[in-house]
């Protein structure tokens, strides 16, 4: 393949740091590859100052963050990028703007998880993310597509949810994995068949911790569809 063909992944990451070094790894896990050279050309956005998106969507700061997505999409697209995914499940709230913005697919990480859990044949969820995800409906309305009921925490445990969130993975810290535990079994006893792991900070808790066949993980869907999009080989 020449320079002129080769197709590039761009990521727009920072969004938290972690999730994008998560990200490279999964991605690059996820590649069969002998050589350096059969593995995903791949250059990453690491703006770590883009303001915070839960922060915006829920009235709590008048900080847009989507003029700086704006910047870094472009930023990758100058860059030769062929193809963007973003790394923050929160920040698909600005989606549809910022691709009209860009001239280069951007994965769009809830519709490649959604269409993960439909061809599984599940019909009801539970969502763990953000408060800023839960409101804006990124995963209600792609399940709602589908005919997959998606429901959330309650108030009690979605405070509990962004806790761990932002003052354990963002701050860091080990995760209370009792507590994340205590509210993944409220959503499956109300009937959910599957949890989301809606918040790539969530994602970063398997880097350390073991979770079950119960919960799916948007970032490594989204992973294993930039390795396809990059024209590379999935491990099986």
Known sequence: ???????????????????????????????????????????ISSRA?????????????????????????MRLVNAGCTTIAMTCNTAHYFYEELQKATPVPILNIGRIAVDEIERRGIKKVGLLATTGTVRTGIYQKACEEKGIECIAPDDADQKIVMDIIYNQVKAGKRVNMQSFADVSGRLLEKGAEILILGCTELSVIRRTESLGSEYIDPLYVLARECVKAAGRKLVD
């Open 49 to 73: 100052t883009v303001p915070d998106r839960t922060a915006f969507i829920l009235g709590e700061s008048d900080e847009n963050p989507l003029p700086i997505m704006k910047e870094e999409a």
């Open 1 to 43: 393949m020449s320079m002129d063909e080769r197709k590039v992944l761009g990521v727009l990451g920072g969004m938290g740091p972690m999730s994008s070094v998560f990200f490279y790894e999964l991605v690059t896990e996820n590649t069969e590859a002998d050589t350096d050279q059969e593995h995903v050309d791949m250059i």
